[in-house]
């Protein structure tokens, strides 16, 4: 029988290669994962070759014009993925049992998320744990998610069209779509607009706007207002959408509370329908299976005060 210890993989391993396998999976290719990490790509593809050797597997299929993580890449990237966010919380749980509490707290969160609520939690926090460090990286939702699962980051927020199993979600907020032109659009500064005005108007929208996604509930919106069904413009980010209503790419879907101070400054102008709009859940996520730090769990506790607190009605937008 082979004990543990004798196993040869996990002692002539060079971890740094999994880094960079990892960094290859997330940057879609070579190249880019080199500009990543500021290497060449003879470098990379180097490594990549002798993690796949020690592996004995391919792992990635790299041809002209095709990019594919191949079944056995995929696992091995799950694991990593795993390793990192177990080894970068390192430094923050070594900081247990300190008399002050420090630590680092890393956020992934969607584009523009706009919560009062959880901004006081963040002041109120930062005003008792002033030792505290935090990153906030900005995703789609589904990435979000993904960083979650493969604990690679403190807590997420984000949209869900449904809860996965292994993670823990609560609705932080919820928040009322309606639909938005820009200054240069003919509709703009008249006094009066019809529903049927809209009809097959150019129109904008974010990638999570499809059948059984996230932000479904703004598809049938667009439905129920007959605009185009082809997009003129798309972005998972909620800036960007924003810029290409302004620019009349085409009109297009907004949170209500987000807009309120462009609609204010004459950027913006709601269109109808006005009654019956879309409300979407955005989504505070952490992971059971995490070992929070002293820092992660003290923020955690805070999120869960507040939203047990302040009544979910009081926490939706409009």
Known sequence: MV??????????????????????????????????????QPTISSALKRL????GHQLIVRKPNDFRVTRAGQLLYAECSSIFGAVSQLPSLLETG???????????????????????????FTER???????????????????ISQNRASLGICLLNRIPPELQAQVLYREYFGLFCGPHHRLFHQPQITLSELEDERAVS????????????????????????RWSGVSSNLLELRRMIVSNVGIGALPLHVARAD????????????????????????????????????????????????????????
């Open 98 to 124: 300190s008399t002050e509490l420090r630590g680092h707290i890393a956020i992934a969160t969607t584009s523009h998320v706009v919560s009062e609520h959880f901004d006081e939690v963040l002041r109120a």
């Open 263 to 318: 609609v204010s400054q004459g950027l913006l102008r709601q269109l109808p329908p006005y009654d019956e709009l879309p409300l979407v859940n955005i989504y505070l996520l952490t992971n059971p299976r995490r070992r929070l730090s002293d820092a992660e769990a003290a923020l955690v506790k805070a999120c869960n005060e507040m939203l047990q607190r302040v009544d979910l009605r009081e926490r939706t937008y409009s």
């Open 3 to 40: 004990r543990p210890y004798e196993q040869r993989f996990p002692w002539t391993l060079d971890w740094n290669l999994l880094r960079t396998f990892m960094v290859v999976v997330e940057q879609r290719g070579i190249s880019r994962a080199a500009d990543f990490l500021g290497l060449k």
């Open 52 to 55: 796949e050797d020690s592996a």
């Open 129 to 147: 744990q002033p030792k505290v460090t935090f990153s906030i990286t900005v995703a789609e939702s589904d990435d979000v998610v993904s960083r």
């Open 206 to 229: 974010f990638q999570t706007e499809v059948e059984g996604g996230a932000l479904e509930p703004v598809t049938r919106l667009r439905l129920r207002a007959k605009i185009s069904t």
